[in-house]
């Protein structure tokens, strides 16, 4: 039973029946709006001070110890700014669209299990559900360009949805392969069922669930759709203010959500020695943000050509095939030792991967003027 389950049952001993639903959903909404809201600050102050020393500079320092208020200094400065609503534009969806991009990154962490119990309902499909809520968000990009009123920022919306489609079907791919291992939808099974964390029993399901979430996130060196030097700067040129700060909010918060389903899904969530099981979880999510800043550093953002291909051409027969190879492990070595089952993947993906980068290129080469 979860901590908000056991607070609606004492809450229906005190309060009248109707109470003791409404007020728990309120808590739990409350709850995942300020939990986002403080850990994106406090990830848009990590990812700048690490950055800087990856660019070996200081990053923020100025604002507060060690810069620590520069994200709300930044936040400030957003809010104060002048909403700017372009004439022709369609109003009323120009002001849903933030919504519904931002909305569903809340939703999320409805079924996202902090601890054994910590975890505001534990939906038996949870898994399902996090895929369905994830992929609104496409909606709201899609609003955002058509609203504006904005031959370039529409342009820049159907090409971040198709970046966003092209990216989700590797990624639900190399979920059914981690389900078929756990046996179950649900989040806090696929947490229980991980002895061994699914980052090495099925390293090339990580690679691909990785690449194609900091794809759909719009993260370096995928974010070649919201680039400086690309058509606008994006679909959300025409939204300044509060708008824009839900975008920019919702992007972050997609960066937290993706972190926490990694966590959850390949690193063995809550589990592990010592520490209460909430440091844990918290642990691994500033691991795995970690390297997401660690690429946006190091790597150079993709072609558009690139993009489209690495995700048809690369990830999605990649996921097709590591399907095949862990239902063919589930189907004929059930009773095998899973510390063999690591070693055979392990090399699998190596070789697949190297093997797989032979067949086709990318499209690279000099670029002739």
Known sequence: MTLLEQFRLWLGSVWPGWAAYIVPAIVGIV?????????????????????????????????????????????????????????????????????????????????VPFGERAILTDLNVGIVYVVAVSSISAIGIYMAGWASSNKYGLIAALRTVAQMVSYELPVVLAIVGVVLMAGSLSMTKIVASQSI?????????????????????????????????????GYHIEYSGMKFAMFYLGEYGHALAYSCIIATLFLGGWQGPLLPAIIWFLIKVIAVFSVIVWMRATLPRLRV?????????????????????????????????????????????????????????????????
Request: net charge neutral.
């Open 197 to 233: 964390p699914f980052l090495i029993l099925q390293p090339l399901g990580f690679v691909i669930f990785f690449l194609g979430a900091v794809a759909e996130m719009n993260r370096s060196p995928f974010d070649l759709l919201e680039a400086d030097s690309e058509i606008v700067a």
């Open 31 to 111: 709850v995942v709006l300020a939990f986002v809201v403080i850990t994106v600050i406090i990830f848009i102050w990590y990812e700048r001070r690490l950055l800087g020393r990856f660019q070996i500079r200081l990053g923020p320092n100025r604002l507060g110890p060690e810069g620590i208020f520069q994200p709300i200094a930044t936040a400030v400065k957003i809010l104060l700014k002048e909403d700017i609503v372009p004439a022709r534009s369609d109003k009323v969806i120009h002001w849903l669209a933030p919504v519904i991009v931002f909305v569903p990154v809340l939703m999320i962490f409805a079924v």
């Open 305 to 369: 050509d690139q993009l489209m291909a690495f995700a048809w051409k690369g990830l999605l027969p990649m996921a097709i095939i590591n399907i095949f190879i862990i239902a063919a492990e589930m189907l004929w070595l059930p009773e095998i030792n899973q510390w063999i089952l690591v070693a055979i993947n392990i090399a699998f993906a190596g070789i697949l991967v190297l093997l797989w980068s032979k067949l086709f290129t990318l499209g690279g080469g000099r670029v002739e003027v």
